[in-house]
């Protein structure tokens, strides 16, 4: 199976402080990975270096097999879509604006076929209603589902995902899960920063756990829900579901 | 219809405020007003009241004398162009109001794509008409060009120059490379260093002798470059608090859907730095235009200029009060009609 993904023994640090110790992981075309970790662990620096927003120190890491480096990084960039806790809309532009940036600056589309591509991202998140809109005048559920929309529009074989529902409240995390959900049986490859143990158990192939930097535990949501090996698993699991 | 709406909401309030108040607050405030009534009455009557404007030639009347000012609007508009050429002045004048009323209706993103080509062709084209010869018109030469029109033109045509500028200078100050971001440093804290009237000396008494004699530049043309050098390290501090002030998470969104260097900035994190510094950006266009006055000291005859020389006319003696005040008036009527342009710009953007 051809691997989506590759990170080889990747080290960060900033200034002094070890954010990345050798990092390695890896993950097949059409597979979901969640990671978890309690804060500070390092989960965004991890998926941020995947499409090279954040520099590494030393090791690789290969998309479809090429190396991410400086010369390509554009060209790979643009086929990985990435959802910020923040959502990070373009607040000056309207919602199909912001849906139409990117393929007509980047991928060239002409402007007609990026906004018919733009309107259908936006019937499968439910947001056609809300085209000529601009971000401020939306909830911030509403505001994710655009932003996952946007990522979108660029047609992106990966998505990543940097804790999407952590900035939202309870009655909106579910319209975002939901558009995920359905976005993971598209067979998208797929890398989710979450503490939803729900869509972890229903979507993720696999689970890893980080602490300090570094990955302790990996394998799939069956394993690491009902047997975690390590003790800081376990605790971090207690106190998750404790506030469940 | 907004408007109105608006209006009549703070009438409300203003009516709400008046009532609101207590006994000592009202009594202040009667006095405060009635002695601001004092104080205008006489100048309402001197300038209103008892004020000639028939006629053309001196007042008998005690009142203010508006017809020295009559006499003297085309000088005090264009300076000393030529008379029968003057729907050059206008016709420049009328294409930059009409640049502007665009950038004001269109909409924001429209404005960044053409406000390029508006900064580049207004000043060639004004220069052009103006000064006649690349179109086969007549020359009339730079030190003809005088009053409202010469404070105009040195306004936006160092405003074109600097901007782009000041852009430049912002992102070298923020830029990583040590020699680019150290030479933008220099240079903005230099030009803001020096009061403008010594850049003006320079530009017209120091200049001439560094150049190698035999290249004669044009005083204005000294002017421009000389006055907008200067607006440009004010206008880099403006664009760079902008710039700042743009999450860092916009850069980041828009890298990550694989926007470029130049892309990123010029389509997302640009256009929101200047929509915030709107308020900053015409406050250093209306400090720009008042400035201009200081081209008296190179011998230019702005609207100030004008006014002062015409007050020295011998026939015209002892009216330099509705000279002054015209000036005020027309200084005022203009910063205070960007300022009401910089509120609306504001509104319409901020959705
Ligand atoms: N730009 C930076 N400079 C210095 N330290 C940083 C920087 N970014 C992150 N760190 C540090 O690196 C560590 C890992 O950060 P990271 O953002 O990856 O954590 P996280 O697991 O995503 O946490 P959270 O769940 O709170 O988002 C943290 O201790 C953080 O303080
Ligand atoms: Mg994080």
């Known amino acids: ?244 | 219809m907004s408007e109105l709406r608006v209006l009549k909401r703070v009438k409300k309030i203003d009516r709400a405020a008046w009532f609101g108040q207590t006994t000592l607050q009202k009594v202040i405030n009667g006095v405060l007003i009635l002695l601001l009534l004092a104080c205008l009455v006489p100048v309402f009557k001197w300038a209103v009241i008892d004020a000639q404007i028939r006629g053309s030639e001196r007042c008998v009347t005690e009142g203010a004398c508006w017809v020295f000012i009559k006499v003297r609007l085309l000088t005090f508009a264009f300076g000393f162009y030529e008379t029968h050429e003057l729907w050059r002045p206008v016709f420049v004048l009328s294409m930059w109001t009409l640049a502007l009323v665009t950038i004001f209706r269109a909409s924001y993103n429209f404005t960044l794509k053409i406000l390029p080509f508006f900064i580049t062709l207004l000043p060639l084209l004004s220069w052009g008409l103006l000064d006649g010869r690349w179109f086969g018109l007549p020359y009339i030469e730079t030190a003809k060009w005088g009053g409202l029109l010469l404070s105009l033109m040195i306004t936006l045509v160092s405003l074109s120059m600097a901007f782009p500028l000041g852009l430049l200078l912002a992102l070298g100050r923020m830029s990583r490379l040590p020699l680019i971001k150290a030479g933008s440093v220099a240079f903005i804290e230099l030009w803001r260093g020096v009061p403008l009237i010594a850049v003006l000396f320079m530009s017209s008494v120091m200049l001439p002798l560094v150049l190698p004699p035999g290249t004669e530049v044009d005083k204005l043309i000294r002017v421009f470059v000389g006055v907008s050098l200067f607006t440009s390290a004010y206008l880099a501090e403006v664009i760079r608090s902008g710039l700042n002030g743009v999450p860092k998470g916009q850069g980041e969104a828009a890298s990550a859907l694989g926007l470029g260097a130049r892309q990123r900035l010029f389509l997302v994190v640009l256009p929101q730095a200047l929509q915030a510094v709107i308020p900053s950006l015409v406050n250093s266009c209306i400090s720009l235009f008042k400035d201009t006055s200081l081209v008296v000291v190179v011998g230019m005859f702005d609207l100030l200029g004008t006014v002062q020389q015409a007050n020295t006319d011998p026939y015209w003696l002892g009216y330099s009060t509705e000279g002054y005040m015209f000036a005020g008036l027309i200084y005022w009527g203009v910063c205070f009609a960007l300022s009401r342009f910089s509120l609306q710009l504001e509104k319409v953007r901020n959705v």
Request: aromatic content about 6%; charged content about 25%; hydrophobic content about 45%.
């Open chain 1, 1 to 244: 199976m051809t691997l989506a993904i590759e990170m080889k023994h990747i080290e960060k640090s900033y200034g002094d402080f070890h954010a990345l110790k050798n990092v390695s992981l890896s993950l097949e075309a059409g597979k979901k990975l969640v990671v978890c970790g309690p804060s500070g662990s390092g989960k965004s620096t991890l998926i941020r270096c995947i499409n090279g927003l954040e520099s590494f120190d030393e090791g690789d890491v290969l998309i479809w097999g090429e190396r991410l480096e400086p010369k390509k990084m554009q060209k790979l960039r643009s086929e990985m879509g990435m959802v910020f806790q923040q959502f990070n809309l373009f607040p000056h532009l309207t919602v199909l604006e912001n849906l139409t940036l990117a393929p007509i600056w980047v991928q060239n589309t002409p402007k007609a076929s990026a906004e018919a591509r733009a309107k259908e991202m936006l019937e499968r998140v439910k947001m056609i209603d809300h085209v000529h809109k601009f971000p401020s005048q939306l909830s911030g559920g509403q505001q994710q589902r655009i932003a996952i929309a946007r990522a979108l529009c660029m047609n992106p074989k990966i998505m990543l995902f940097d804790e999407p529902t952590s900035a939202l409240d309870p009655e909106m995390i579910k319209e975002v899960l939901d558009v995920m959900l359905e976005l993971a049986v598209t067979g998208m490859t797929m890398v989710c920063v979450t503490h939803e143990m729900g869509f972890a158990r229903q979507a993720a192939d696999r689970i890893i756990f980080m602490d300090a930097g570094e990955i302790i535990e990996e394998g799939t949501p069956e394993e690491f829900f009902s047997h975690p090996k390590t003790d800081r698993a376990q605790l971090f699991l207690s106190q998750i579901l404790h506030q469940a």
